[in-house]
Structure formats: structure tokens, C-alpha cells
């Protein structure tokens, strides 16, 4: 919950978060040790000083330093989990929807859980996909095109396997598409980022919602191209956001790209968590201003309005949160934010 | 890694300046600016050693592949070399690449895999009028900035742009680096400015052609951002800004360590 100067709360729903374990003792082989290395990489590039962490703890951080950073020191009130199971790169998978279930569990307020399919996996694939919506209640996937399967090194939405899914999630209910369209994840070639294949899914599953992470960059024009002709495609602020604290002047290129083409109601907020932490990230983007002259170029404006809904009313309106009723739910339960603060500073006069 | 150099040979400068001219195909930026280039060693064979590196493991073997391939053939263009060995290190098909550069190979047959089955030269094509798009756009802009009117901007010819008193030097770059790649693009006259299939821009159109240019430059940008982020982080290298670069080495000065040594397993971690 973010509190605004005039008392206003703000609902926020993370439409991004991980709970990995990259640790050299999961770790495959080399290709699992670059991984996460990579993330390390994206890690300290764009993170403010004070939020790097050291490479252990980046490795693998556990559910309750994930519950903190979320929740306790960030002002998340949601979070979806999107999986990425890269079993060819490590023992138990990266990032599985059966590691993230043990945190929905316990905080079942606090979590959207998410699964993950892949049409390579034939009719296997299709009964797995039956069995995370019986046993999780799942209402989203995160989609991988450019994972590695043994000899294959990616798919796309056309494939028609992948049709066959999709058709599968329309029966199950299972309408929010997540699919990661972004930079550096194992491309032998740039195809890999291809948003093409978004565009004909988008018109053939008119009941299914496409959220492209990372709005396709660095395929941002085509991304917008896209979202502009199908009223289902949404755009996943993840990896575009963290530029608000580096190259501010860049975020506002990127973000009036996007309320000029999509408009606030089909963007959503993700922190990429842990490669960011959402307690920066909240309060640059709440405090960030457009300047005039792309308001009056675009005519486009992040006004609180437009924060609000990219902030967590457009995931609630995909995920059917009612907002009023999960704030009263959750104020139970919310830690005392104000005195954890007051712990800090108290700590902090006595020199801990 | 340090940058080698055989002392008082002035070959070896002579390969950093070819090397010079490649660009990374996406970021259109010099590869020796960007970092990449750690190492330039000449043999007494005549033989030149290049080795290079890319921000992550996992960047696009077909860039990584054409990258090398280009320095391969700026080098091979001095005339006194005889051979030219690029190793590209770090990366998931640093053997792969090597071994098919080494062996004259194309990138297809170097990936005989289904996801390899594209053209370099298609490529090559494609992220080259996106540079157009890119230099054009500076240009264009800088000019805006001054008050030209967009008729005024039209009429410009090449001629007249390339005297233009420009009192900004990174903008007299830009300007020279539009003219270089106009050569390529643009049709018949002397017009500065036309689309990257050679027509006219029409002048009603304007704002949404230059909002196609800046489009283009966000997603050149959003790489070239954070290939730098990237690489800085993965080789602890110091920032760039206001260090000397492998630029003041050309220029005929000391060189500078542009890399810590990098141990084989390489964790990517800054102390």
C-alpha cells in the first residue's frame, strides 16, 4: 500500500515477481550459472547503489526475504507469480510454480499464482496444464517462446500446438497469456523476440488476454503496432520501468510511447522482483512527472489516475480482484508499516 | 584480460582503427567504443589476434557472428596482414563461432540448426536502415531544435548540409555519420534527407515520420543502455565517462587497461 501525500492509499498489484532458486548447488550446468549471472547483471546495472545485493543472496534469497521486500518494505499489496522453469539449466527448475505455491500458502491473500505450459510437451503438457488449474486454481500462465527443449531452442504462438493450449486455457478459464518478449533470454537468433506471433494469437483467442512482459523491447514499435489493433493485448512494465531511477529522460520516451498507444488502462506494473525491488521502483514512479513539452507532444499525461490503474487496478480488473473488499481483507493482516519505520529510526539513532 | 600490445609496433594501431569502423549491428556503435575489443595482439607471422567480448553469455549468435565476421574482413583489408583469428570469449557458442570463423564458414553452416536458417546479409540489410533511421533522426532533430521550419529541413541538400556550421561537436559527429550512411540510401539527387527506400518525404506526413525515427531510436537506445549496464557489471570495467578509452589509444596515447584479468569462471560480481 503507497500512501500518497494526501492520505490517498494506493492499491498495488506487482504483475511481476519471482521466487528462484539459482544456487551452484541447483545449478545444471554452465548455462545455469550464466543465467543467473545475467540477472545479476540487469541486478546491478539498473538498481540504485543502496539495493544491490551481494551474489550470494541474489542466488537464492528465500520466501521470507521475498515476503519483506514485497510486502513489509515495499508497498506491494499483490503479487503475481510468473514461473520460469528452466529444467534443461537447473535440477529443480529456476522458478516453478510448485516452488512459488509454498509461498501462496502461506500467504494466500498476498499471491496470484501462476502457471506455465509449453506446447512441445504435446498431450503430457495439456494434463499438466488440467492439473495446475485443479490443484492451484491457476488464472494465468507465464510463457516462455525462446526456452530450450533438448534440440529445440524456442516455439512460437502460431506453432500449432500452441493453438491447441491456448484453445485449452479458453475451456479451463485460464485467460491471462503472460508471454515474455524481451531482451537476452537465450536467443540463438533475434527471432526469438518476435512479437509477430502475438498479433495472430491476439485475433484468433479474443477471450484470452495477451500481457506482453517487457512490451517487446528493444521491439517496441512493433509491439505498439500490434496493441493498437487488439483491444486483448497489455503491456508488462517490467524491465522498462527500472530506467526511471538511471535515465529518466529514456522512461519518458518509452512511457509516453505507450500511454500514446495503449493508454493507462492496459499497462501493468511488474518489478521483476528479485532482479528489482518494488520499494524503489513505487516510490520513483509515484513521484514521477512527465515533462511538459512530451505532454504536449503526445498529449498523453502519467497523471495519478493513470498510476493508479498501471499501479494495480488494471491487474485487479485481469485477475477479477475486488479492490475495496481485498483492501479490508488485508489491513488484517498488513504489518504496521509505520512501526517498522519507527524501528528503523530507532535503530538508526542507536548506531545498528 | 589487458590489452596487449607488441610495443612500437604501429600495426597494431593500425587494427584498432580498422577495428574502428565495425559496428555493433544493433546499436550502431563502433565495437572498440562499446567496449568489446580486449585485445589486439600481431604476431610475427603478420597474423592479427583480435579477441572480443559481448555484455552477456547469451547475446544473439547471429549479431556475435556478424560482428566478428566484419572485423575479420576490416582487418583483412590492411595490407601487410595475413591472417585474421577472432575469438570471441564468454559466450554460450564462443567454440561454435570460433571454430566457423576460423574455418571461413558462414553463419548457416556454422549453425547447421533450424533456427539458423537466415541470411546475414538479410540482416545486415535490415539493422543497417534501421542506422539510417537512427543518424537520420539526430540529424533532423538537432535541426528542429535550432528553429529550421520542416520545409526548410526538406530542401536541404547533402552539399549543403555537409558545410553547415555546426557549433556542437557531437552533433557534427552525427552529422558526419548521416552523410557517411546516406551513401547508401537515398535516391537520385542530392536531396539530405529521404526515406530509407529513397523517397521523398512528404512534408504533411512529417510528424508521423519522425515519430517512426524516434520509435527506432527508443529500441536502439533500450540496447545500448543496457549492453553497457550489462557489460560494466560483468567485467567490473570502470564506467566509461571520463575514463580514458581504447579511443586515446588509437589517438597514438598510452594504452589503458580497458579490462580486469578474467580468471576463466567468470561470476559477473563487483566487489
Given at each position: 500500500m503507497f500512501k500518497t501525500a494526501e492520505g490517498e492509499e494506493i492499491f498495488i498489484i506487482d504483475g511481476h515477481t519471482h521466487l528462484w532458486d539459482g544456487s551452484k548447488e541447483n545449478q545444471k550446468n554452465i548455462h545455469g550459472g550464466q543465467f543467473i549471472d545475467c540477472f545479476y547483471g540487469y541486478h546491478t546495472a539498473l538498481s540504485p547503489k543502496e539495493y544491490v545485493w551481494p551474489k550470494e543472496k541474489f542466488d537464492k534469497y528465500g520466501a521470507e526475504t521475498m515476503y519483506n521486500d514485497l510486502?513489509?518494505?515495499?508497498?506491494d499489496d499483490m503479487a503475481i507469480f510468473q514461473p520460469t522453469y528452466l529444467k534443461d539449466f537447473y535440477v529443480n527448475g529456476f522458478n516453478t510454480t510448485e516452488q512459488n505455491a509454498v509461498l501462496k500458502e502461506k500467504y494466500p491473500d498476498r499471491f496470484i499464482l501462476n502457471g506455465a505450459w509449453d506446447p512441445r510437451d504435446g498431450e503430457a503438457g495439456i494434463e499438466a496444464l488440467h492439473e495446475l488449474v485443479e490443484k492451484y486454481k491457476i488464472q494465468g500462465v507465464k510463457l516462455y517462446t525462446a526456452e530450450w527443449k533438448g534440440a529445440s531452442k524456442g516455439w512460437k504462438l502460431t506453432d500449432e500446438w500452441a493453438q491447441r493450449y491456448m484453445a485449452e486455457c479458453v475451456k479451463l478459464g485460464v485467460k491471462n497469456i503472460h508471454v515474455h518478449k524481451g531482451p537476452t533470454i537465450l536467443p540463438l537468433n533475434r527471432d526469438?523476440?518476435?512479437?509477430?506471433?502475438?498479433?495472430?494469437?491476439?485475433?484468433?483467442f479474443p477471450e484470452l488476454n495477451f500481457i506482453v512482459e517487457h512490451c517487446g523491447l528493444p521491439r517496441l514499435d512493433d509491439f505498439c503496432w500490434i496493441a493498437v489493433q487488439e483491444p486483448n493485448v497489455y503491456g508488462g512494465l517490467a524491465v522498462a520501468l527500472p530506467f526511471i531511477h538511471s535515465r529518466p529522460d529514456y522512461f519518458n520516451q518509452v512511457?509516453?510511447?505507450?500511454?500514446?498507444?495503449?493508454?493507462?488502462?492496459?499497462?501493468?506494473?511488474?518489478?521483476?522482483?528479485?532482479?528489482?525491488?518494488?520499494?524503489?521502483?513505487?516510490?520513483?514512479?509515484?513521484?514521477?512527472?512527465?515533462?511538459?513539452?512530451?505532454?504536449?507532444?503526445?498529449?498523453?499525461?502519467?497523471?495519478?489516475?493513470?498510476?493508479?490503474?498501471?499501479?494495480?487496478?488494471?491487474?485487479?480488473?485481469?485477475?477479477?480482484?475486488?479492490?475495496?473488499?481485498?483492501?479490508?481483507k488485508l489491513s488484517g493482516t498488513a504489518p504496521a508499516r509505520a512501526e517498522e519505520q519507527t524501528m528503523a529510526q530507532v535503530a538508526e539513532v542507536l548506531g545498528d | 584480460m589487458t590489452v596487449h600490445v607488441t610495443p612500437g609496433d604501429p600495426r597494431a594501431a593500425e587494427v584498432w582503427a580498422s577495428l574502428a569502423s565495425v559496428t555493433d549491428p544493433e546499436?550502431?556503435?563502433?565495437?572498440?567504443?562499446?567496449?568489446?575489443?580486449?585485445?589486439?595482439?600481431?604476431?610475427?607471422?603478420?597474423?592479427v589476434h583480435i579477441g572480443f567480448r559481448l555484455p552477456t553469455y547469451w547475446c544473439a549468435a547471429n549479431f556475435a557472428f556478424l560482428m566478428a565476421d566484419d572485423m575479420r574482413v576490416a582487418v583483412s583489408s590492411l595490407p601487410w596482414v595475413r591472417q585474421v583469428l577472432v575469438d570471441l570469449r564468454d559466450h554460450m557458442y564462443s567454440d561454435t563461432i570460433n571454430e566457423g570463423l576460423a574455418k571461413g564458414r558462414s553463419f548457416k553452416s556454422t549453425f547447421s540448426d533450424e533456427a539458423a536458417n537466415e541470411d546475414l546479409d538479410d540482416l545486415?540489410?535490415?539493422?543497417?536502415?534501421?542506422?539510417?533511421?537512427?543518424?537520420?533522426?539526430?540529424?533532423?532533430r538537432y535541426l528542429l531544435d535550432r528553429d529550421w521550419t520542416v520545409q526548410a529541413i526538406l530542401d536541404l541538400d547533402c552539399t549543403h548540409l555537409a558545410t553547415l556550421a555546426i557549433d556542437d561537436a557531437e552533433a557534427a559527429r552525427q552529422r558526419d555519420r548521416y552523410l557517411e550512411i546516406r551513401r547508401e540510401f537515398g535516391g537520385p539527387g542530392d536531396m539530405a534527407f529521404t526515406t530509407a527506400q529513397g523517397e521523398p518525404i512528404d512534408p504533411r506526413n512529417f510528424a508521423e515520420?519522425?515519430?517512426?525515427?524516434?520509435?527506432?531510436?527508443?529500441?536502439?537506445?533500450?540496447?545500448?543502455?543496457?549492453?553497457?549496464?550489462l557489460l560494466q557489471a560483468r567485467y567490473g570495467d570502470p564506467a566509461p565517462d571520463g575514463e580514458p578509452t581504447l579511443a586515446d589509444f588509437i589517438a597514438g596515447r598510452v594504452a589503458t587497461q580497458v579490462a580486469k584479468s578474467n580468471t576463466g569462471g567468470n561470476d559477473g560480481c563487483r566487489k
Open positions: 510486502f513489509v518494505e515495499g508497498y526469438a523476440f518476435d512479437v509477430a506471433d502475438i498479433d495472430d494469437a491476439a485475433t484468433s512511457i509516453s510511447e505507450l500511454l500514446f498507444w495503449l493508454g493507462p488502462d492496459r499497462l501493468l506494473y511488474g518489478s521483476d522482483y528479485a532482479i528489482w525491488s518494488p520499494k524503489w521502483m513505487v516510490e520513483k514512479f509515484m513521484a514521477h512527472e512527465l515533462p511538459d513539452t512530451i505532454k504536449k507532444d503526445k498529449g498523453v499525461d502519467l497523471d495519478l489516475d493513470a498510476k493508479r490503474k498501471i499501479l494495480g487496478l488494471n491487474a485487479a480488473k485481469l485477475y477479477g480482484i475486488d479492490v475495496p473488499a481485498h483492501k479490508a | 546499436l550502431d556503435e563502433s565495437v572498440t567504443e562499446l567496449r568489446f575489443v580486449t585485445q589486439v595482439e600481431v604476431d610475427a607471422e603478420d597474423r545486415r540489410r535490415t539493422f543497417r536502415i534501421k542506422a539510417f533511421q537512427r543518424r537520420q533522426e539526430a540529424v533532423v515520420y519522425l515519430s517512426l525515427l524516434r520509435r527506432v531510436r527508443i529500441n536502439t537506445e533500450f540496447n545500448g543502455h543496457l549492453c553497457r549496464g
